[in-house]
């Protein structure tokens, strides 16, 4: 069965260095999606993609985060200068329209701990 | 602003017995809901989307409830064994734009399952 992919599993950084999460969205899907999960916390919407647009974003996603699909098979969510409480737990998602149900299928997450 | 609420934050049954989880929100303006299960450090697993049209979905010992007007959603899950155990979140997505929208995510159920 077809599933989203995200790498690495864990990453490590150092405060404000930049990291790139990197997500493989299910192969005929068009909508893309990066949340994010605090430990012991909600998990949050951050952003939605579609057609090589954002197409929303949470007050969360400010100048320091981006998503790019550099070809037709990755999706990034690019941290340019990470803080201490961007450590969390990032999931990537992708939206299947089989109407009339629209259904998020998430990847398995990325930790990231910034020391 | 959709909120959505999870209660109880926590639940320890012992084995065979059914568990009831319980998910609120405030606007009944949503397109569709979805349970899901969580283990420790994992990823999120869908396990049953309700659309607003359905009052219910069945899948082998899950069965999850919809109550758009009055906002809640029950997910049942039969004859609870050890590997039950996880934290199970619902999630909703609004009925406007329903493609390029985010879910919206309750904190959780950690449940329990004592052999």
């Known amino acids: 069965e077809p599933e989203v992919t995200q790498t690495p599993s864990h990453q490590v950084t150092q405060m404000g260095q930049e990291v790139i999460l990197r997500c493989v969205p299910i192969?005929?899907?068009?909508?893309f999606y990066w949340y994010r999960q605090i430990l012991g916390q909600k998990v949050e919407f951050l952003v939605s993609f579609y057609n090589n647009e954002i197409s929303e974003k949470s007050e969360i996603f400010d100048d320091q985060f981006s998503v790019e699909r550099p070809d037709g098979s990755n999706f990034t969510l690019k941290i340019r200068s990470t803080k201490l409480e961007d450590s969390a737990m990032y999931f990537c998602?992708?939206?299947?329209?089989?109407?009339?149900?629209?259904?998020?299928?998430f990847g398995p997450g990325t930790r990231l701990t910034v020391t | 602003k959709q909120e959505v609420t999870q209660i109880p934050a926590a639940l320890s049954v012992p084995e065979g017995e059914n568990l009831v989880l319980n998910c609120s929100f405030t606007?009944?303006?949503?397109?569709?809901l979805q349970w899901f299960r969580q283990d420790p450090g994992k990823g999120l697993t869908s396990l049953l989307l309700i659309q607003s049209s359905q009052r219910e979905q069945t899948s082998g010992r899950l069965n999850a409830s919809l109550d758009k007007s009055s906002g809640r959603s029950t997910l049942y899950i039969a004859a609870s064994q050890p590997g039950d155990s996880a934290t199970y979140l619902c999630?909703?997505?609004?009925?406007?734009?329903?493609?390029?929208?985010?879910?919206?995510f309750g904190g959780g159920t950690r449940v329990l399952v004592k052999p």
């Open positions: 192969s005929n899907h068009l909508y």
């Open positions: 998602a992708s939206l299947v329209v089989v109407l009339p149900a629209y259904e998020q299928y």
């Open positions: 606007d009944s303006a949503i397109y569709n």
């Open positions: 999630a909703v997505i609004p009925a406007s734009g329903a493609a390029g929208n985010k879910l919206t």
